[in-house]
């Protein structure tokens, strides 16, 4: 459960063929260099691509406030 003001971003990938195993390492990569600003981070590939729509790669990463989320869209 997040605290009150916390703020969460979801974001849905649909990579080029081929491309999952990048975007995964890509996004590995930027975790380590965002936690100051993150409370957490979580990411993955879709195990049930059935009702996907395409979307294989999720990313879901929750902030102590709006205006940490804000700053993330700065940098």
């Given amino acids: 459960m997040l605290p009150p003001g916390s ?3 979801l974001a849905l990938a649909k990579p080029k063929e081929g491309a999952t195993a990048k975007l995964t390492q890509m996004l590995g990569e930027a975790k380590a260099s965002t936690m100051a600003l993150v409370m957490q981070l979580s990411f993955g590939e879709n195990f049930s691509s059935a ?3 395409g979307y294989s790669v999720g990313l ?3 902030f102590p406030s709006v ?3 804000d ?3 700065v940098e």
């Fill in 7 to 9: 703020a969460v971003r």
């Fill in 51 to 53: 009702k996907a729509k």
């Fill in 60 to 62: 879901l990463a929750m």
């Fill in 67 to 69: 205006e940490e989320l």
């Fill in 71 to 73: 700053a993330m869209d």
